[in-house]
Structure formats: structure tokens, C-alpha cells
């Protein structure tokens, strides 16, 4: 029987979240039981069930995959930038307009993610203790600001069209709606190969390819059928609608990132595995005071208060609360883990309230 007090057919297993999950319910009891069989089976069938996870690794900032995705993005916004610009040379198309400024901002997003990871990169441990990884979400955040403030103006240049004394039909020419296709393409193949990569930068690339094939399809549409229909209006409405569909999308992702970043907190699925976790890690936690977990960045702190026997002695405390530690920073969804151990089960609170 080693420190943690396991039962025997678990005592060579390896405490991940992996084989935590894994492990038959009938095999291990969660927390330490000192009452009689009824208050156990009692206790038993008031403890949570195992929720469903799938346990799934992020790729971190500096990983190859990444590193390919990105400079894939580049790229291709380049080339997609250059052939914007012709085709918004050749055609006063306020959809088309619209279509340049969102491939101007694909360059500069892809930038934007690029400064990001080779600054995360740089380690630097006494201006930046635990790293720079923040700096994911505040580039997407700062992206989509941008984003948003850029297609309020393209939505301003086709109210203006719409209410001006111009109604000239607009006409897309042949190589136009080549480029405007062959940009959708490109921007399909990127959208399929950045979703199947987990990072939030990267995951922040795919959303931005998904618009433009959605926003590149509008604004072939948009111009032909004004021009075979003979509707002049119908082209600067869709630089509209294709604008407030951009500003809606990315509004949507700022909200969420800015949440994160003002440390909201973990989901209740989020919260149960943690839970669950911390319960069946060891027979010598005898009760789970609290569990806090809250978003800092893409990923969550944990702080755990667990009541230990108080005989425990301090090697064994200090070995269990480490590992318990290492066991819940495993999870890919958590960035940092604090356990604190205690022998009463009534306590002050952890913190102190220094502001209201």
C-alpha cells in the first residue's frame, strides 16, 4: 500500500485523467468513507455520476503543425490580397469592395497570429513567470475589433451608394469572377485544414476562411444578379448584408474571448470532470471543500480546497496535493492547478475580499 492509500487492484495505475475515467466505478470508492453501510451507500448514490469527456489535446503555439498552418494562411492571403486588388480595379463593386478589405484583413490577421506565437515563443521567466500565452486571445480579440470596425465602414460606403444619385448597374467581368472563385477554393481548403488543427489562433484562422468562402460566394451573387435582374440597388445591399454578417460573426467571438479574458467562469461540464477528477484521485480525501475553476486566457485555473485526515503527515499531504495538482493541470483544458489541503472541515474563506 503506498502514500495515497489506494485500494490493491489500482495501486501500480498511473493517476492521469485518461486512466481516472478509464478506471471501473466498483474498483475505487472516491473519498474516504468512516460511517456505518448505510450512510456509505447513502453517500455513494449522492455522488455524481461520471460525466462525458473525451479527453483531447490542444496544440500548443509553438508546435510544428501550427507553425505550417499559419504560414499556409500567409500565403494564401497574399496571393488572395494581389488578386483582389485587380479585380477591384476593374469593377466599382461595392460586394467586391467589401471582398478586398476582408481579404486586406485576412493579411493582417494571419500577421497578427504570426507576431503572437514567435513572442510566446520567447521565453522570458522574470518579466513573464508562467509565459505569454494570453497573448493567443488578446491577437484574436484585437483582430476582431479591427474586423468589425473596418466592415462598419464598408457598410457605411454602401449605404451612401444606395441613397446617392449614382444607379449604375454594376458588371463583372470574366476574370473577376475567376479570381472571386478561385478565391473561394482556396479559402475552402485552408477553412477544411485549420478546423482539424485545436488551437485558438489557428481555430481563429478557420473562422476567418469560413467567412470569405461565405462572403466571396455573396459577392459573385450579389453583382449578377443586380446586372441580369437590372436591380442597381441589389449590389450595394449585399455589401451591406455581407458586412453586418461579418460584424455579427466576429462580435460573437470578441464577447467570448473578452469573457475569458476577465476570467469568467468554466462551464458546468467543465467543472463536473474536475470535480469528478479530485474525487477519485485518493482515499485519503476525505471531503472536496471547494472547486474553483475560471477562464484565464483560452484556458482555466483551478483552486481545489480538500480536507485531509489530520494525522496525515506533511510528506504525504504535500506528495498528494502536488500529484492531484499535476493530475488536473493534465487536462487540456486547464492552464494551472492550486490545491489547498486542510484538516478541518470548516474553514476561513481562501482569499481575502480586498475589493468589493
Known amino acids: ?45 449522492t455522488q455524481p455520476l461520471m460525466p462525458p469527456w473525451s479527453p483531447e489535446e490542444e496544440s500548443d503555439s509553438q508546435d510544428r503543425i501550427v507553425q505550417i498552418a499559419i504560414y499556409i494562411n500567409l500565403v494564401a492571403n497574399v496571393i488572395l490580397l494581389i488578386l483582389k486588388i485587380i479585380v477591384t480595379v476593374l469593377t466599382s463593386s461595392v460586394s467586391v469592395l467589401a471582398s478586398l478589405v476582408d481579404a486586406a484583413l485576412d493579411f493582417l490577421s494571419t500577421a497578427i497570429v504570426w507576431v503572437t506565437t514567435r513572442m510566446i515563443s520567447h521565453k522570458d521567466q522574470y518579466h513573464y513567470p508562467i509565459g505569454r500565452r494570453r497573448l493567443e486571445p488578446i491577437g484574436v480579440l484585437v483582430f476582431s475589433v479591427i474586423m468589425i470596425t473596418s466592415f462598419f465602414q464598408v457598410s457605411l460606403e454602401g449605404l451612401s451608394k444606395i441613397t446617392g444619385p449614382d444607379h449604375t448597374i454594376v458588371r463583372l467581368t470574366i476574370p473577376a469572377i475567376a479570381i472571386m472563385s478561385a478565391t473561394v477554393v482556396i479559402k475552402g481548403l485552408c477553412w477544411f485544414y485549420c478546423r482539424l488543427i485545436k488551437n485558438s489562433s489557428v481555430q481563429a484562422l478557420a473562422q476567418d476562411a469560413m467567412t470569405d468562402v461565405v462572403f466571396n460566394i ?17 449590389d450595394p445591399l449585399g455589401g451591406i448584408l455581407l458586412s453586418f454578417y461579418v460584424i455579427f460573426n466576429w462580435s460573437h467571438t470578441s464577447v467570448e474571448h473578452i469573457r475569458n479574458l476577465t476570467g469568467a467562469a468554466a462551464t458546468p461540464d467543465e467543472r463536473n470532470i474536475l470535480l469528478y477528477l479530485t474525487m477519485r484521485f485518493a482515499r485519503t480525501i476525505r471531503q472536496i471543500q471547494g472547486l474553483q475553476a475560471y477562464h484565464s486566457g483560452d484556458k482555466l485555473n483551478v483552486e481545489v480546497d480538500i480536507v485531509l485526515d489530520e494525522d496525515t503527515s506533511l510528506r504525504d499531504s504535500h506528495d498528494l496535493g502536488e500529484s492531484l495538482q499535476y493530475v488536473l493541470e493534465s487536462v487540456p483544458t486547464v492552464d494551472r492547478a ?19
Not at 25 to 45: C, F, H, Q, R, S
Not at 218 to 234: C, D, E, Q, T, V
Open 1 to 45: 500500500m503506498d502514500q495515497f492509500d489506494y485500494p490493491s487492484p489500482i495501486t501500480r495505475l498511473k493517476r492521469t485523467p485518461k486512466n481516472l475515467y478509464k478506471l471501473p466505478d466498483e474498483d475505487v470508492k472516491p473519498l474516504n468513507t468512516n460511517g456505518t453501510l448505510e450512510e456509505d451507500e447513502e453517500a455513494n448514490e
Open 218 to 234: 455573396f459577392s459573385i451573387i450579389f453583382p449578377l444578379i443586380g446586372y441580369y435582374g437590372k436591380i442597381w440597388w441589389l
Open 338 to 356: 492550486f490545491v489547498h489541503m486542510d484538516y478541518a472541515t470548516y474553514n476561513l474563506p481562501s482569499h481575502m475580499q480586498q475589493q468589493d
